[in-house]
């Protein structure tokens, strides 16, 4: 497959950087841990291409969504029966976990609503509706203001799947009333109000006191770092002890944590930039790319789930370093292979409509 080898490439040119990036490090404090995280990217090869000789089916694939979505279900129930008031978290930090109930919930309905070529029984598309459900109010719950970006690109796919593919009018229109209504209902939440009054003091040039304002000033010192050292960066695992040095001397960073407070730079754009330099957020963002590129190739069959999933992570992946851990790694490793897996053996343009348990 022409498609896998592309992606392979992809994937060890980020990881090869990596390595570089921290073989040539400016801090020798930087653990070599650090570069685990682009190393496992290489397993989406292999775990695309067992998957494939394995023939499993397009229903296989989906009990995965179902199994991920029940887990969810049960920490939501346990948090609704305790009467818990808090950002819902699952031990983790909320972003993550939101963003991650974001991703799955979406999935969960682009399926249930057919976006795989092959056809799914009406019990899997009910189970997966229903934890799609489920998946959408812990998202809610999270109050991650993020996961609203991930919901818009599922709602504008689903809305170009049923226009071109599908050309279902009624379908369409429930989609954007849906969509208009949900953003009546949320302007008007306290987390919607602080993150306008956040952006107001950030785009004034002052430092807004929440969570965005300290995006802004960590993506400011990522830069600040990168035109000093534009090839490959500070080094992975080298951006606390980077910022250790300049934090206010050089880079004038305006942030009233303590200094190495921050471990990332709360972005995989700007993480990559400050740690690896302009040639690994070239390679980050040409892997991405790659990834959009073919579900926009096999859009008319399975692509539409590739593309939401691509999409989604890099939406994410602006308020949040989508590699900081191991878990959140293996997310985005697992849901981009099943991704891929979906259009392995579609030929483009595919119609949508092939036999049911034809295989992936």
């Known amino acids: 497959m022409r498609e896998l080898k592309v992606l392979a490439i992809g994937v060890s040119g980020i990881a090869a950087i990596a390595v570089l990036s921290w073989i040539f490090r400016e801090y020798d404090e930087a653990p070599i841990r650090a570069v685990k995280p682009y190393i496992f990217l ?8 067992l998957i494939r000789i394995q023939r499993i089916k397009t229903s296989e694939l989906a009990f995965v969504l179902i199994v991920a979505g029940v887990s969810l279900l049960v920490y939501g129930t346990q948090q609704f029966v305790t009467g818990y008031t808090g950002r819902w978290d699952g031990v983790e930090n909320a972003v993550e976990f939101g963003n991650y109930a974001a991703v799955m919930a979406c999935l969960s309905f682009l399926l249930s609503f057919g976006f795989a070529r092959d056809r799914l029984s009406w019990l899997t598309r009910i189970t997966l509706f229903i934890v799609g459900a489920a998946e959408l109010y812990i998202t809610y719950k999270s109050g991650t203001r993020s ?18 593919v599908r050309k279902s009018w009624v379908i369409v229109l429930t989609l954007c009333l849906v969509s208009l209504l949900s953003m009546f209902m949320l302007k008007d939440t306290p987390r919607a109000k602080f993150l306008q009054s956040e952006v107001v003091q950030a785009m004034d040039g002052g430092y807004a006191s929440g969570s965005l304002g300290q995006r802004f000033e960590m993506w400011r010192l990522a830069v600040c770092l990168a035109g000093e050292f ?6 992975v695992g080298g951006f606390k002890y980077a910022q250790l040095d300049s934090w206010k001397s050089d ?10 407070y921050y471990h990332q730079a709360h972005s995989v754009y700007f993480q990559t930039l400050a740690t690896m330099g302009y040639l690994g957020l070239i390679a980050m963002l040409g892997m991405l790319i790659t990834l959009v590129t073919l579900g926009l190739r ?3 069959s399975s692509g539409a789930l590739l593309l939401f999933t691509a999409l989604s992570f890099m939406a994410a992946g602006l308020t949040v370093d989508l590699y900081f851990k191991d878990f959140m790694v293996a997310r985005f490793i697992l849901l981009i292979s099943i991704g891929v897996c979906l259009i392995s053996r579609a030929p483009v343009g595919q119609s949508t409509t092939t ?3 034809s295989k992936v």
Do not use: H, N, W
Not at 42 to 49: A, D, E, G, Q, Y
Not at 230 to 235: A, D, I, K, S, T
Not at 251 to 260: E, H, N, P
């Open 42 to 49: 290489l397993s989406i090869v292999p775990i695309v291409f």
């Open 147 to 164: 996961s609203l970006g991930i919901v818009l690109i599922a709602v504008l796919i689903g809305v170009a799947y049923f226009s071109v």
């Open 230 to 235: 534009p090839v490959l960066g500070v080094g």
């Open 251 to 260: 880079c004038d960073v305006k942030i009233t944590a303590r200094k190495g």
């Open 298 to 300: 096999y859009f008319k």
């Open 355 to 357: 036999p049911a348990d």
